[in-house]
């Protein structure tokens, strides 16, 4: 069973960055895919971001586009969300996922889940 565990959440004015890292371990590590989601008060989990895991490709949802990036340390096993430009509407507990499926946007094509990290966007 693959651990995720996520970092880096927090309190930011608006316009502000944040750089989110989920670093992954256990003997079963073989993934994919490895992914961000964000789950607001009364929402449900929301696709934010991905990346093929030793190779290219990046996927975003919309919103997100321009101002948040996926990358990868493969020496660390961890994957970084940077964040710029941040707005309220980003406010949400950011949760760490690892899947099989390239081009995977749903919560289900996701098999392994980190506890989450809350990022609050306020002034």
């Known amino acids: 069973q693959v651990q995720l565990v996520e970092s880096g959440g927090g309190l930011v004015e608006p316009g502000g960055s944040l750089r989110l890292s989920c670093t992954a371990s256990?003997?079963?590590?073989?993934?994919?895919?490895m992914g961000w989601f964000r789950q607001a008060p009364g929402n449900e989990r929301e696709f934010v971001a991905a990346i093929r895991w030793r190779a290219d490709g990046t996927w975003y949802t919309d919103s997100v586009k321009g101002r948040f990036i996926i990358t990868q340390d493969n020496a660390k096993n961890t994957v970084y969300l940077q964040m710029i430009n941040l707005k309220p509407e980003d406010t949400a507990v950011y949760y760490c996922?690892?899947?099989?499926?390239?081009?995977?946007?749903?919560?289900?094509?996701?098999?392994?889940w980190g506890q989450g990290t809350q990022v609050t966007v306020s002034s």
């Open positions: 256990g003997p079963s590590f073989t993934s994919y895919v």
């Open positions: 996922a690892v899947g099989e499926v390239v081009g995977g946007l749903c919560a289900w094509e996701y098999n392994s």
